[in-house]
């Protein structure tokens, strides 16, 4: 019958317990919201004189702030009222970790921390004493067992009573406590608790009228100090928080509390333990989230927004704000010590570990073996994995870099790249393994083996570190997304990887297989529990969906990399590797969206560029005289094509390129900028054949041909002036893509090794394994003589591909200087031999095309330079290539023009350039490109990105190969600019406004 009064007695209580700590949550959310600091309240105080509103402020916030009092001394009383010992003290240390991790995420999912430090006072609130109603909260635990016996003392009470006084006579805050906001306030709070809750203390009834004296000295000390020109602020020196006129009124309230919840008779010492628990956390956890930073930042964003949803319930905002923040501190506190009470060190300690503090680490001082053996029994996989990981991240980082000095880095050149990437970017590798815990969870929770998933895990992170240092090698570029599209291609990418790597990766994959098979044999099996194994996969799905929008402004993964300090620039794809390691990389390229809107994106926004632009094509076709459908019109991509004498410490025994260097004199020509160093073939290509530029892109989308082409409706391009269009290129197709571009661009044919259409005069020059370029010539010669009237004609060599290996035993030498130069000396003249065979079958291509009876305007330019110059810091150098417009004797003859300025231009520039050089007509695109061509300096990559603003950071070149930014441009310029990025836009990302309105139709 005992047994069951009891419990029939615990519920009544349980429930008081609830709503009581309900209502006091509710009192620390409310105080410190409305008058705590950036309180919504507090604006009502703001005053130079007493006045009935001020009055009124103040006695409400003094009210509150009683309320408040209260709730967080009755947290005390909770202590009082059981045995505090060490693990009291671990298990709040834990909860409170697990609930600034928790409110991390929260954050993180809503907004962004101010810089790593916000998230690093989260999650290490004691250490770093940031959170002071955390760190007085630990230290109150860790004092309380002392405490509870000093406070018993009657003459100890009574000089914390004369102590807590001292302030209000002298008006200063003589032991810092922060009106119970700092360290040692909280440790206070926590002893007004103990002695609230102790039962032999009564603090009489009476004391309730201090509330009453403290409502009185408002009006009084704000009439009297400003009778007395003192500052108004002075008034409330009798009301704050730990002021006696408030916490012995809220002490009596306390003590009336406890005597309800616990009933008259106290037949049971306990209090409901787990409920408890609960609501104490909850309302530390509310005095943190109120009146800490973390409310701050979080509302900061919002602030307006909710301001204006609560405008026509404005008498209910505050209360709807403190109900929103009080079920969020209740969610995070009841999922805290959910997930606390599943860890093994919860389970593990006992339920009273009767040590205090400084036995506790004189014990751990003496013993640290036996502590740290504990440790590793508990924690063993967890450390494996969090140091196996961060290593895993930290070497792949450094291995993005190809010498011991940032030599790649042009802001912070010649730094130690250990000592930059361990000190300098650890927020940047601690994210990376996370992205890798993540990767492991998943594995972990499907297989329920751990070995397995972490050593497939470190295997994934090394393909990529592999992949990427072959790719860098030979391009200066990580591997990104699009590049899995060269699988297609897989038997020509093994014949570029050298022979030793090959067997070297499978040898590893043997060896993995080995390893994973004689681990998971010896090792202790899993055992996760189903419900871990789903909360683990969940929770690894939920936070990796967010890595396929890591570069939207509203996803939680760039919340969090800002957060970092991280900048998600990854227009230049080295450099970010290198700072965030492959894994980072790799996934910041998942998230590819072609640009910003420009300003002013609208259905009539277009048709009044169209409209206005085919009135400029209607005025230059009145002096143009020929047809695009009636002319041969050949775009000849030159693979790797740069005059190799302009490098800075080589010398070229002779000149290799005699007859085009006496074409660019002739001829219309000048400097190309090149958007890729080493590789990019398909980045010129897409912007020679649309005309559009990649430098109006996106950072992110690094290869049109396969992040964009494929998932347009139209792909307009300078094929569409023409009725027939080909392809040629002596090498495989599948490459970027081409088969399927070429496809939706319109091409009728595409001729290319394996084909249905057969390679013609196969030549190899030396040992190279690629077809020269007389045999690509070859193949567009008959293509050529194949059609009577006009074509299009895509042609692309290969002859001058890396890696560049000795294959010509004689010709061209060089002469280098520095030891990375000299480093690549045979690559160099191989690579000038390979021009000089390049620019004798340029010269014989010329007069084939000279002997014809119609028009063919060939235009010849080279992609980028080869990847052989380290050390090279030149930007603008290292990415000029060569390019000319020639128009063949019959089109001299009939119309075409002559040599015509050039300059420096981007390779979108290349349809105008080919149309005024054959005095073609022009439809409204062309005449846009025109005007871009003639009133532009050359648009080229960008130095920042943004995805609001679409002109942020381009970068343009002048003809003296100076650059400028977008700001430098004139006002028409800016204005042309503008034309231009609206088309862009409504053809790669927007509705194709100009594509129905006619603006790329063949000009009759």
Partial sequence: MKHVSNTGDRRPRLTLVIIFGIILLGAVLTYFISYGQN?????????????????????????????????????????????????TTIRFWMTAIISGALLVALQLALGKFNGPAAIYDQLLPVLRNAQPFITGAVLFTVLAPWLQKWLAKREWRLFGLVMLCLPLVFNRDIFILGNGGSTFGVVVLGCLGLVAGNPDVKIRWQALGLYLIGCLTIPAMGFGTTASALAILNSARFVGMLSPLTFLPAMVVVQFLIKWSLGLAAKSGTWPDRITQVTVYAIWLGALMSAGSTWRDLMAGYVEDLHRFFDQFSYLWLPLVVVTIGIVVLGVAVASLALARHTKLWQRIPEHLDVNFVVAWQRFAAQPKAAFRVLWRDYQRPIITACALFIAQWLGALAMNESWQTVENIYNPHLSVLGFTSLSLIANMLIGALILLLIHWILLALTDRYWLSLIITLALQSFIVIASRVKIFYRDEPIVPSD??????????LKMIPVALIVAVLVALVALIVLIIYVERHAKPTHQSFINRVAKLLIALVAGAGLFTMNHHYSYWRNLTDSANIVMANNNQLRFAQWNGPIMQFFSNLDVHAMAQPAGYSKAAIKRIVTKYQQEANVANQTRTNLAQKTTVIFNL?????????IPGVKISQDPMPHIRHLMKTNTSGSLMSFG??????????????????????????TPYTQLVPRLKKNPNVSNDFNYATAVHPY??????????????????????????????????????YLSDNTAYANAMRQVNARRGGQFMNLITIQNHMPFNGWYPNGVTAKTTGATLSARKQQIETYARGVHYTDEAAEAFRKQIDKLNKPVIWVFYGDHL?????????????????????????????????????GVIGTNDLIALAFKQGNLKLNAYNALLTAVNEKLPAIWTKVSNSSTSSTTGIRFVKDDNMTELYPQL????????????????????GKQYSVKDGMNQQVK
Avoid at 877 to 901: I, M, P, S, W
């Fill in 39 to 87: 309180g919504v309240l507090a604006y009502t105080l703001n005053s130079t004189k007493p006045t009935k509103l001020w009055v009124v402020g103040n006695v409400l916030k003094y009210s509150m702030s009683l309320a408040a009092d209260a709730g967080l001394i009755w947290v005390g009383a909770y202590f009082a009222r059981r045995r505090v010992s060490m693990t």
């Fill in 484 to 493: 899995v599209a060269e699988l297609n291609a897989g038997a020509q990418l």
């Fill in 638 to 646: 030159s693979e790797s094509f740069a005059d190799p004498t302009r």
């Fill in 677 to 702: 160093y080493g590789g990019g073939t398909a980045d010129m290509e897409y912007m020679s054949l649309t005309g559009l530029s990649t430098g109006n892109f996106d950072s992110t989308l690094n």
């Fill in 732 to 769: 495989t197709g599948s490459f970027y893509n081409r088969p399927q571009v070429y496809q939706r661009f319109g091409f009728n044919k595409f001729v290319y090794l394996g084909s249905k259409y057969k390679i013609i005069d196969k030549h190899y020059l030396g040992s190279s394994p």
């Fill in 866 to 902: 080869p990847g052989i110059y380290p050390g090279i810091t030149d930007n603008v150098l290292l990415h000029r290539t060569d390019y000319f417009v020639y128009a063949n004797k019959y089109a001299r003859e009939h119309g075409a023009l002559d040599k015509q300025h050039g």
């Fill in 970 to 989: 004139t006002a028409s310029q800016k204005q042309l600019m503008h034309d231009y990025q609206l088309i862009q836009y409504d053809i790669t990302a």
